[in-house]
């Protein structure tokens, strides 16, 4: 769920990378040809070397920030050549077609989100305060992911559906992992069942994310909502140690 993006960390898949290969394979082929060795030989090296990774990351960092400030559809390869000043058969023997550079893009992107939001909780000092930090600015950053992942929906659902299930599967491991770290420093109840709990905690905040005009009153702002799940969530599951500690983050 979109919910998780700040939680998870994707990995390339392996059809992505072997499709990437196919690509530059049929490309080596020809350039095996003797009229083409010495066009082959620099190739090649710059295919295995640091050359090849720093202008892949360099390619996927530009056009992330593109495709955040300007939106998915909006650039096209030949705007993401003209913006780095490099030709497009460059990105291309890189990147087999652009949803292989846009999945790759929306990973980088929450890759960095993740790295943020981890940055943040680090300096959390028990489980409540990483979650008051964690969801500080919550609603603003979520409006920004969801405008850009709804984009990516519409126009290209099957990388959608894959981020997705990577944030599902990761987000659900994580906040266990949280919770169950809450129950060992004594802030969370013990004879709680922590699956059910992350989908109802995960379910109530993805259905404000995606349908908040359906089913929120009208004198309810969206961040009023989230407000009101995560610290009835927590002070729900909260033992007496833990809601004290909660309402004293919320008296601040």
């Given amino acids: 769920m979109a919910v998780f993006f700040c939680l998870y960390h994707l990995i390339l898949s392996l059809d992505q990378i072997s499709t990437m290969h196919a690509k530059n394979w049929q490309m080596i082929k020809k350039l095996r040809k003797p009229e083409n060795f010495f066009c082959f030989s620099s190739f090649h090296i710059s295919l295995h070397g640091n050359k090849y990774r720093d202008m892949r990351e360099h390619i996927i960092k530009e056009t992330t920030k593109l495709f955040v400030q300007h939106g998915l559809k909006a650039i096209r390869m030949d705007d993401i050549a003209s913006q ?3 030709s497009k058969r460059t990105i ?29 909780m680090s300096k959390a000092g028990n489980i409540i305060e990483e979650f008051v930090l964690l969801f500080d600015n919550w609603d603003e950053e979520i409006d920004a992911n969801y405008k ?11 990388i959608h559906r894959r981020i997705v299930d990577g944030c599902s599967r990761a987000g659900f491991d994580s906040l266990r992992e949280k919770l169950k770290a809450g129950v060992d420093q004594g802030y969370l109840l013990k004879d709680v069942n922590y699956e059910l709990a992350v989908s ?19 004198d309810v702002s969206e961040k009023e909502a989230f407000k009101y799940v995560i610290v009835y ?20």
């Fill in 84 to 86: 780095l000043g490099i």
């Fill in 92 to 120: 291309y023997e890189i990147f087999s077609d652009k949803e292989t550079l846009i999945y790759d893009c929306m990973v980088c992107h929450h890759d960095q989100i993740h790295k943020e939001k981890m940055d943040k």
């Fill in 148 to 158: 850009l992942m709804m984009s990516l929906k519409k126009f290209y659902p099957n």
């Fill in 200 to 218: 109802v905690f995960t379910y109530s905040i993805y259905g404000i994310i995606s349908n908040q005009t359906a089913i929120l009153p009208s």
């Fill in 233 to 252: 969530f927590f002070r729900g599951i909260a033992t007496e140690k833990g809601r004290k500690l909660i309402d004293e983050y919320l008296e601040k």
